[in-house]
T-cell receptor, first 116, second 113 residues
Framework: DSGVTQTPKHLITATGQRVTLRCSPRSGDLSVYWYQQSLDQGLQFLIQYYNGEERAKGNILERFSAQQFPDLHSELNLSSLELGDSALYFC???????????????FGPGTRLTVL | DQQVKQNSPSLSVQEGRISILNCDYTNSMFDYFLWYKKYPAEGPTFLISISSIKDKNEDGRFTVFLNKSAKHLSLHIVPSQPGDSAVYFCAASRGGSNYKLTFGKGTLLTVNP
């Protein structure tokens, strides 16, 4: 158990809908990262928040947005869903901003999103 | 454009033997490399890392080798154990940082008793 929790574990929805994925970081961690793993793909970095502020952005679609709240939990919002958005979405957390080699990312178990 | 490549989708080895997982990268700006292990229904777990100023890093049964000129790294597991059966992801980053990681697609390692 990494200490990172993600809810829900599974989500099934229809095209065009909007969903929210939730992540609670490990106690004391200030950074939250979001990743997408599509079928037969590696993990794709989406976005990072550090202490409530956006820190780094990857290949995140405009239909996707995220935020980190004062209690440090984070939500990833996916809207106008398409079939291709079906994937595993992982959240990770780390103590600091990830600037150093010692700032290891700890991953949650993921949310499996299925878009029908 | 895949900047981190793991060309072997799967690898099968006998318990007690050496497992060698390979990873190639194309971006010469990458200077920090990591290996993660993933069991089914769990998130990836950090295993070992190496900075580009080194060519080898060892942690118990796990050793990572880096060949910068070939843009290639490998993970050696000796001896392999059935509990090592998992998907192994190679990842890389720039600036010695631990964010904006670029991952490979992973290699499924099966260690047979």
């Amino acid at each position: 158990d990494s200490g990172v929790t993600q809810t829900p574990k599974h989500l099934i929805t229809a095209t065009g809908q909007r969903v929210t994925l939730r992540c609670s970081p490990r106690s004391g961690d200030l950074s939250v990262y979001w990743y997408q793993q599509s079928l037969d793909q590696g993990l794709q970095f989406l976005i990072q928040y550090y202490n409530g502020e956006e820190r780094a952005k990857g290949n995140i679609l405009e239909r996707f947005s995220a935020q980190q709240f004062p209690d440090l939990h984070s939500e990833l919002n996916l809207s106008s869903l398409e079939l291709g958005d079906s994937a595993l979405y992982f959240c990770a957390s780390s103590v600091g901003p990830g600037a150093g080699e010692e700032d290891t990312q700890y991953f949650g178990p993921g949310t499996r999103l299925t878009v029908l | 454009d895949q900047q981190v490549k793991q060309n072997s989708p799967s690898l099968s080895v006998q318990e007690g033997r050496i497992s060698i997982l390979n990873c190639d990268y194309t971006n010469s700006m990458f200077d920090y490399f990591l290996w993660y292990k993933k069991y089914p229904a769990e998130g990836p777990t950090f295993l070992i890392s190496i900075s580009s100023i080194k060519d080898k890093n060892e942690d118990g049964r796990f050793t990572v080798f880096l060949n910068k000129s070939a843009k290639h790294l490998s993970l050696h597991i000796v001896p392999s154990q059935p509990g090592d059966s998992a998907v192994y992801f190679c990842a890389a980053s720039r600036g010695g940082s631990n964010y904006k990681l670029t991952f490979g697609k992973g290699t499924l390692l099966t260690v047979n008793p």
